[in-house]
């Protein structure tokens, strides 16, 4: 017999685990960066401060400052992503 576990969201933080947006941003600002986009970004995301949904929405904001897709490139992988 094979049991699938199925995990819905909230399951970390019901544990008590530190990994809601708050706590990652936290740790996000802490992280020092000699790329001024990825500063910007992080003043930037200061402003809206309480879901995953405000990096996103704030992420896609920040793209009409950048010129060229390497400077998205770099903002992501600072965030933790892939280079697309």
């Known amino acids: 017999m094979q049991i699938l576990y199925i ?7 019901n544990l008590g685990l530190k990994t809601s947006y708050k706590d990652f941003y936290n740790y996000y600002i802490t992280v020092e960066s000699d790329n001024v986009n990825v500063q910007n970004l992080k003043e930037n995301i200061s402003k809206t401060y309480d ?3 405000d990096l996103e929405l704030a992420l896609g904001d920040y793209t009409q400052h950048l010129d060229k897709i390497e400077e998205l490139d770099d ?3 600072d965030i933790g992503g892939e280079a697309f």
């Open 75 to 77: 903002v992501l992988i």
């Open 51 to 53: 879901s995953w949904s």
């Open 7 to 13: 995990i819905g969201n909230g399951f970390d933080l």
